[in-house]
């Protein structure tokens, strides 16, 4: 009984140590959940530039943005899944001196 009493009180503190910090958790996840629409949105134009591409050399270049940035939004998108971040919790808009007419 006496271990069940130590499970059930680490716990308690884990809760409450939970809810002491929910304004740094909430800015850190609006931070983590703002670098993911922007990478996406950089992945996006990185990807048009590559359609758009006619020398080798831009070819090159444009492929090696867009893996880069493909990596960089799946990264985020892992972290994200780490800490268990509900995206529809944000509906995060991007500034409008920030937005393009790329789909996201």
Request: overall charge negative; cysteine-free; proline content about 3%.
């Amino acid at each position: 009984m006496a271990a069940n009493r130590g499970v059930l009180m680490e716990w308690i503190k884990r809760l409450l140590n939970r809810l002491e910090q929910p304004e740094q958790l909430s800015s850190q996840s609006r931070t983590l959940v703002q670098e993911i629409w922007e990478a996406h949105r950089d992945w996006k134009v990185a990807e048009l530039k590559l359609n758009e591409a006619v020398e080798p050399d831009q070819i090159d270049y444009a492929i090696y943005v867009t893996e880069a940035t493909e990596k960089r939004y799946n990264m985020l998108l892992r972290e994200a899944k780490v800490q268990q971040l509900d995206m529809s919790e944000y509906s995060y808009q991007l500034p409008a001196s920030r937005k393009n007419k790329i789909d996201m």
